[in-house]
């Protein structure tokens, strides 16, 4: 599978018709590309065709910007959505995050060792907790502390952090405010925020709360992009533990660290990987 | 663990306190009792004490009755409720089934290779299609069907059954009826149902379909006693698959009917080994 | 995902080279084929090409006589190992079994309910006990009594049953028996068995007993094709449970045995609808 | 569960006899103590018993030294072996690392939030990759080089610091070197290592490599107390994840660096929380 740091990556999705999958490997086939991975959907339901194919640009003829501009016009008679990664680029992630800090360590940590394919221009926190950690792996922090009064005025800070710093992805690490429709609509499918519970199970403040309450045997967390509605957007990954009558609450949120770990880590290796396509509020991811 | 075909086993629940422990022991040990397995659980926050006890009762001086009486008299000044399971007794289980035979089939096959230890006196269905299963298995079936109209009168019909058969647990392997709350009353923690998705998310009908409209990564299924709140009892296990953007709903309703069989084939061995415990709408499973 | 009744699929392999996905849905396309499903894969370190292509075949110009004629002469030259299911065949499975029933009353069941797109012209077994279950499904049963003197001439019996009865498929559901090279090699990628450990943990004879001695936190089963080397044939499917020190022999056995029938079924169905593709003792399975 | 700070715990074994949970919950009944946790096994096979009890301690009347001695003398009739932890007291790890850091990142994050109840004294490393995290986290370094010519001084010299430090548990977080026999002497059952593969698979070295040869659908990850015979000490815990045809050697070591971090931590809690026994070359762990 890799992590493709030196391949291409077109991601496509439009009406579903005949012969696309032959129309896209042909045109990238013309061109000089070895195609490594392919793979394609259909939704029949709503008759939607989406399709990944990564591949070896050695030898590849297009330059990045001769093959958005060529494919741009192949693209428009199928109505055509999609994305490319040229090798060479790293998009650019911020990470948001509070005072639990085991999603962000983990997250720098992978960074570090090489699993996420990534530019991280900042960390930005509502808390200092963070402050040695970023120092740690020598990452800008930012302190911006937000409360009822200031809420606006910190998010068009954040806002402007982000566009100075052109940022392509969000990542809410345990980031305990929740972010106004406005700043959400900035950034269409590029925020990704992690729930402790197993959506669309207790959504909502105080999940584990909630799991013990009810008695369930079995927990889980949730990766997300984030839509102006609160975790009802289209889910990402998943991941799940047995609980049972021995575990308190505390046994039950040291469990579900891991698991947030887990699910929130797989999904920005998906994103920055472009192995993801959101479509009527939920995903298709090609792993 | 074993199936406890030669061991007596005592299930407690009291208000905790110190010494419990060593009074049940004792009690028990003053009496000849082999203890093969003792599994014991305090729920801190409502102060309440639960003990699992299973002995050889080889060399045991008391006979059921004998003990019955004991044991009442021990009991009574801890404010213990109690079960007790006397080697040579066996359950009686009645089956309630529509036309999914998945979790039927599932049940009588593993009641005859010996791994439900139980007696199973009828099935009951408002449908014809368990009648040659049923057969198969020379257990006795009764057709009974249901609608809007007659639904009183089955549910009369069907408790006299119960009766007749002096039924101790209630098994719904996949009946489609909503039982009244006046049958339910009948059997308070002595029917166990199948829920086919991960509750608390989706209660209600057409869990399959709410789940792919969610777009969740992963599906459950849910097994739990009945009470008189639809799909709100004690849950007493869940189990989990995946499913991807590939997974139409014909496959999930496959990957999920495998779940449905194995969290009910469970919650059904594990009540008929005395080992839940039902307590604030929650259980404690000593497995 | 759905099962394939009414699709045709292409499984093909082949030594790696630029432009095979484009010139094999190319040459659909061109004959009027919807493509549902394409699933690629290459195997970088052998330089090996791998595909699945399922597509609706309405209004698909070529009979099946005319796509095998067509698609020989396209393949050739890349030097293609192909196989080819056109709808409306349904591929032909005999069932070898001991006296566990398990996965065999397991396999009935799903057959009967339609998630298994076969015929299951014969039953073949060394006991009787299997008997009534083939009965009940209405399918011919075949009592093979096999010890050491007459298993020459018991394995000429079963192959010639194979023989008269087309089978394409055959499936030991726990069939107690090994069989011989000579056997093995007249159906070569044909063989499904299960084995009940985690291979490559624990292969040879009574493999719970060994995980038990070993002191293992997991067990698992493994289905996978059979050749002359006992339990080393490509992996199909694997599953696992948790078991802990208080599962003695009966519990692993048990909790086993549902692991052996999912992963033998599994297997079974991922084979009737053409997603596997063996290669250098393992396998891809296009699922 | 709780991580057991202000509590006493008592880990017991001995030939099975009647009588033994009765005995040692009376013992501790009669001094105060407040039974919060009894769980009890037997092994029916060996005739042995194994019991934890944890308590809290604030009636309890007994200091250490006068439980030390009167358990003593009340265990010595039973033969019974027996490990105690008193409140306030906490164990002293060491952790032997090499140039792999993420079980080291884990295991450190976690002990920082609190996860992991002990002192770490020192942080030994044959290679100087692990020194910045440990500064990090303001633990005292030590580099070791360790090669063939020294490897015999080198271990004296450990030695001599877990013996200076009076380190309780050792634990090796991918540490690359193999200890001597002589080494693994001096702390029997105070060793942990983690080894990524599901033993008793592909024990030995580049289990990774291994197991995508021989093509498992699953991977693991297992981790044991340390024996003279490499690989083959009792094991504490196993977890997996699903592997596919897709995953090359890096996908593999990626998906399995998650496993080594979760089983190598939860059997330093569970041994720090004193729930793991040790017997027959197995583990009961009382979790």
């Known amino acids: ?3 493709g740091t ?3 990556v077109l991601l496509v999705d439009c009406p579903d018709r005949k012969g696309l999958v032959a129309a896209l490997s042909t045109f990238l086939y013309s061109h000089g590309a070895d195609i ?12 939607w065709f989406f399709m990944r194919i990564e591949w070896g640009a050695a030898d590849f003829d297009l330059s990045e910007d001769d093959l958005r501009r060529d494919f741009s016009n192949f693209a428009e008679p199928f109505e055509m959505r999609w994305r490319l ?18 999603c962000l360590n983990d997250l720098l940590h992978r960074h570090e060792s090489g699993e996420l394919n990534c530019e991280i221009p900042l960390i930005v926190s509502n808390h200092q907790a963070a402050a040695p950690l970023a120092a740690f792996y020598r990452l ?16 068009e800070t954040q806002l402007k952090l982000m566009a100075d710093h052109h940022v392509d992805l969000i990542v809410l690490a345990r980031y305990m405010q929740i972010l106004s429709s406005d700043f959400v609509s900035q950034y269409p499918g590029g925020i990704i925020n992690v ?4 959506l669309p199970a207790i959504s909502g403040a105080k999940p584990y709360h909630a799991a013990l309450e009810r008695g369930v045997k079995i927990i889980g967390a949730t990766s997300h992009y984030v839509t102006a509605v609160l975790d009802a957007g289209p889910i990402i990954e998943q ?3 047995r609980v049972t009558h021995r575990d308190e609450l505390e046994d039950v949120v040291r469990k579900g660290r891991d698991l ?3 699910v929130l880590s797989r999904a920005v290796r998906w994103h920055l990987e472009h192995r993801i396509l959101q479509y009527a509020n939920k995903t298709v991811v090609f792993d």
């Open 239 to 241: 991941d799940i533990v």
């Open 6 to 8: 030196k391949t291409a």
């Open 140 to 155: 800008p922090f930012h302190y911006l502390p937000v409360n009822q009064e200031n809420k606006k005025t910190a998010e």
């Open 260 to 262: 947030e770990r887990v």
């Open 85 to 102: 990664k040229y090798p060479g680029t790293r998009p650019r992630v911020a990470i948001l995050v509070s005072h639990y800090l085991h």
């Open 1 to 3: 599978m890799g992590n």
């Open 195 to 198: 729930h402790h519970s197993f």
């Open 36 to 47: 490594m991975h392919a793979d394609e959907h259909r939704d029949a339901t709503l008759g």
